[in-house]
């Protein structure tokens, strides 16, 4: 599994062609997905726990996040309205404090630190089921896309290929690092892709310009519905409030 890992992060062809023509293809592409999950699931679990074990220490998070969103709101502010709301936001940041604090201390059904742990065990079984479900939804719409530009590959074959599209997201295992966390994530987000592309590109046998629109297609398709819905919703209320 170790040497499917490093083929799917270096894009390895000999890896993609071997995965193409297995017969355990699938087997093989949703394991390495339930270990990454797993990985991340832990890393993550382990880092809330020790987060949440400690009350003074959420208070003292939230609280800086509340002061650099003020301070962001304060350099942003230019009118008068504005500044009068990062004032009131400054004059009431102790309170909302407070109500945090008295939250926190609500008796819960369970002692906090057995709740601790299965907050963390909830979040490392989740995890995966995250991935999969992902994976699943962009699997599908590949399969589709690319069979419609005349790929050759099987669902099983799209399914197990993709999956190694996962692999970078072990990097989501940092994301509680401040900036670096978010900076890796986008990395990984955008290595996966390009391991999709290629892997479709092999499993349906497709060049690489129809392989990447295969992958893109319906996301692009989606977005632009989107956009539509939004701007007919904004005539219909500019249509609206002229009557």
Known sequence: MIDT???ALTLSQTLFQGMREAPDVVRRGLTLVLLVGLLVGGVQ???TMITNSNPDRVIADIETTLNQSIQQQSLAATSASQREVVQMLKENSQGVLSVVRAVMDLPTPLPRPV????QGLGLMASTPLSYMGSLMFAVVFTHIAAQ??????TIQQMLGMGALSVAPHALDALSFIPVIGSTLGVIAWAWGLVILVQTTSIAHRLDSGRATLAVLLYPLIGVLLV???????FLLAFVSGGR
């Not at 709740?115 to 299965?118: A, E, L």
């Not at 419609?148 to 590959?153: F, K, T």
């Open 5 to 7: 890992f490093n083929g």
């Open 45 to 47: 679990a382990i880092s």
């Open 115 to 118: 709740s601790v742990i299965f």
């Open 148 to 153: 419609q530009l005349g790929g050759q590959g």
């Open 227 to 233: 956009l539509f819905g939004c701007c007919a919703l």
